[in-house]
């Protein structure tokens, strides 16, 4: 069965740092991972798909890198903004359809 | 385009009350899912669909059933509601599963079963 951890629970950090949110599975054979970000209240947004044949994926100020043979996936954030402030979610997609981590609790502060 | 929606937004329920969670969605998705997300264990898949007419069962199943009838909507009901039910819903669709695949989500629906 595929576990999926995300280390930290939380994350405090001041404005302007650059951060990196770490994601593990158990289970190696995945289709993709993606990182989701959730406001409170609020449903999930899709930041970034890594395919399992990709090493990582951009956005902005967003990497995603992903190490399918050791398990592992990062997010790096650059220049860490208050609206940066949100539970960031790790999930993989493989024989069943998405696995969620519990999420990074990411609070910025200006 | 609206995306995803969910009918409700927040309901509340005395045990043994039945409903149903609506979910639609007009991006032409095939697949469409039923999440459950409660504090401490993250997001847990109740039920899925693979295209209209078709339905699998998720990690959390029991004490759920759901329909799509129609490939925009997914319903997820409860026959005889119960207080382990009080969570928050989310429905989420994705036109592929595999290597492409994104999942769209809705805002969520809040249910508190008393």
């Known amino acids: 069965k595929q576990e999926v951890t995300q280390i930290p629970a939380a994350l405090s950090v001041p404005e302007g740092e650059n951060l990196v949110l770490n994601c593990s599975f158990t289970?190696?054979?995945?289709?993709?991972l993606q990182w989701f970000r959730q406001d409170p209240g609020k449903g999930l947004t899709s930041l970034l798909l890594i395919q399992s044949s990709q090493r990582e994926q951009t956005s902005g100020r967003l990497n995603a890198s992903l190490d399918k043979s050791s398990g592992r996936s990062t997010l790096y954030i650059a220049a860490s903004q208050p609206g940066d402030s949100a539970t960031y979610l790790c999930a993989v997609s493989g024989n069943t359809p998405l696995v969620f981590g519990k999420g990074t609790r990411l609070s910025v502060i200006a | 385009n609206a995306g995803v929606t969910q009918t409700p937004k927040f309901r509340v329920l005395k045990t043994g009350q039945s409903m149903t969670l609506l979910c639609a969605q007009d991006m032409n998705h095939e697949y469409m899912y039923w999440y459950r997300q409660d504090p401490g264990m993250g997001l847990r898949l109740i039920h899925y669909?693979?295209?209209?007419?078709?339905?699998a069962k998720g990690e959390v199943p029991d004490g759920y059933n759901v329909s799509r009838l129609k490939k925009q909507n997914f319903l997820l009901g409860l026959e005889s509601a119960a207080p382990s039910q009080t969570s928050v819903y989310f429905c989420?669709?994705?036109?592929?599963?595999?290597?492409?695949?994104?999942?769209?989500f809705g805002p969520g629906t809040r249910l508190l079963v008393l």
């Open positions: 989420a669709s994705s036109f592929i599963r595999g290597r492409g695949e994104t999942q769209y």
């Open positions: 289970d190696s054979a995945i289709y993709n």
């Open positions: 669909s693979v295209g209209e007419g078709t339905t």
